[in-house]
């Protein structure tokens, strides 16, 4: 199993880093780790321990605004609080039963009885990113709230909760204590979905789980290759796009290459009646490359994107 760290930008998204999680009593077996060149130095690490080591290694060769992450991340306390003594900004899924009390008075509640007693009036509505169906209209409201640690200690953070509106799901989020505004919290928190994105995408473009290693160096090696091969095409496709290149869909298991066609025509690009394309034609075709035979385009500016970066945890099975 792989813990990964996903960098997301203007539209973008890509793996960065990854780290082989060892499960206890592996990392314990000396003939095992004999066995799979485990190095020595390596010792058992949980899932949320590998994502602080890579936020705060590669993560800190990116910039970027945000950490998020879903519940597997979110539920550790000692996570938030690593990176809230990192200083970096979190916005992090925990279940609804995560335990709050609020900042300006009351008793311990949980985030899910928090977000039913707020009235109507309490809630903003927003829009996120397009998904699968299109669309999704949300309602999301945030509060200052109090956080208990084992040690009896508390520390203020922000609770978010945003609600379909157009099916029973419910979001609920811990974020670091900070003046940002609930529209910036929302589109933050909606970001984490752009680690699936990668996932997927790199296990159906880039060959991410069709190894059959069974070392850690070939672990690393296969993982080093499909995070370049995807990095490489990210790259490809933003550049694409900004010379007037779109593609129909946001999604990369979709995208690459099969679905490029210039802005403003058709996928079904027009000739001369009776003739064949060319060679060099047909490769323009998959390209996007001008040709001779292929309609020449005025180079579009990019499409502006408002998004700040944000790098993602994740992880993957």
């Known amino acids: 199993m792989g813990e990964f760290l996903a960098y997301a930008s203007q539209g973008s998204v890509a793996l960065v880093d990854a780290r082989l999680y060892l499960p206890k009593g592996w990392a314990e077996d000396a003939q095992r780790r004999d066995k799979c060149q485990v190095p020595a130095e390596v010792e058992f690490r949980t899932g949320w ?24 991340y979110g539920r550790p306390c000692a996570l938030r609080d ?26 311990w509640t949980t985030a899910k009885g928090w977000a039913d007693s707020l009235p109507a009036g ?11 169906k299109g669309p999704l209209p949300v309602r999301a409201a945030k509060a200052r709230v109090l956080t208990a640690r084992e040690d009896g200690t508390q520390r203020v953070e922000v609770l978010v909760v945003v609600d379909s509106l157009t099916s029973s799901k419910c979001w ?16 933050a928190a909606s970001c984490r979905h752009g680690v699936e994105e990668a996932l997927r995408y790199a296990k159906g473009e880039v060959g991410l789980a069709e ?18 091969a995807q990095w490489f ?10 010379r007037g290149y779109a593609l129909p869909y946001r999604r990369y298991a979709e995208c690459w290459p099969t679905c490029l066609y210039p802005v403003g025509t058709s996928t079904n690009w027009p000739r001369t009646p009776g003739t064949k394309p060319s060679a060099t034609t047909r490769r323009a075709k998959a390209t996007g490359a001008h040709t001779d035979d292929a309609p020449h385009l005025d180079t579009a500016p990019a499409t502006p994107c408002d998004e700040a970066p944000y790098p993602h945890l994740a992880q993957f099975n």
């Open 82 to 107: 690593g990176l809230h003594e990192a200083g970096e900004r979190y916005v992090l899924e925990v279940p609804g039963k995560a335990k709050v009390r609020l900042v300006r008075g009351g008793g």
């Open 172 to 187: 609920w989020y811990l974020a670091t204590d900070t003046q940002a505004r609930l529209a910036e919290l929302v589109r």
């Open 211 to 228: 190894y059959e290693v069974r070392g850690w160096v070939g672990w690393h090696h296969h993982m080093t290759l499909c995070l370049m």
């Open 233 to 242: 095409l990210a790259s490809e496709k933003r550049w694409l796009e900004k």
């Open 49 to 72: 321990q590998l994502a602080l080591e890579m936020v705060k290694g590669m993560g800190q060769r990116v910039a970027h605004a945000w950490v998020v992450g879903d519940d597997s």
């Open 122 to 132: 309490a809630w903003q509505r927003f829009t996120l990113r397009d998904g699968e």
